[in-house]
């Protein structure tokens, strides 16, 4: 006989530092795969303005935590998932600093690994986050993606200022 | 686009059963940045993504998303 699934565990933070990497989530018995994803700073170059010195994120938080809740349950439902769990920073997140957090656990380990990747992907899609790139000689926003819509879009070129 | 426009919150009287995209051409004729970027806008009423027919009501909150880049 099957174990009875618990209701699932989601917890989705906007937190205004770098993301901590959180103490491994304690597994309802029911999941036997589990994935963490972490999105960091990457340390950059860019050509007029040089080295990346930090990326500082902004956030419509309300909506933010609604898109991302809202993910976070069709991911739920989609992959059969007990657990998943979002953080992502808001404000300066230096070169090795994380500034995302996913971590989904699932019956198997196909769910946990499909589930992440959706979260992640959706989430930059999706998620009304914005950074902004602070290099050794000027600053630029990220040029970013138009959230999905029915239409197609061609945005202008504003990223450099 | 609030750096350009040097406003987060600005205010627009609309008529009785304006949509968000009268509320979008209506912002976009008197702020070129909004304008430049009207075609790559996501628009939440309410803190809710909502489609450019939707019907506003008084006092709605609309938030104009530019191309996001979280992650």
Known sequence: M??????PVIDVQIVDHPVRCVERA???????????FLGSTRADVHPVYGALR?????????????????????????FDCTIVRIHHALGDVGPGEVSVLVETACR??????????????????TAPIWKRETWADGTTWSRGNPVVTDEDTACPDTSSS | MAETIRAD????????GATVRDALDGLAQKHE?????????AVAVNERYCP???????GDTIALIPPVSGG
């Open chain 1, 2 to 7: 099957p174990a009875v699934q618990p209701a």
């Open chain 1, 26 to 36: 304690r597994l309802p018995h029911t999941a036997g795969g589990e994935c963490v």
């Open chain 1, 54 to 78: 930090r990326l500082t994120y902004h956030a419509y938080a309300p909506l933010a935590i609604r898109t991302i809740t809202e993910l976070a349950e069709e991911a739920c439902r989609r």
């Open chain 1, 108 to 125: 198997h380990r196909d769910q946990a690994f499909s589930a992440c990747r959706f979260l992640i992907d959706r989430l930059k899609e």
């Open chain 2, 9 to 16: 919150r600005l205010e627009i009287e609309l008529d009785e």
């Open chain 2, 33 to 41: 940045a909004i304008a430049t970027m009207a075609d790559c806008l």
């Open chain 2, 52 to 58: 450019a027919d939707t019907t506003l009501n008084n």
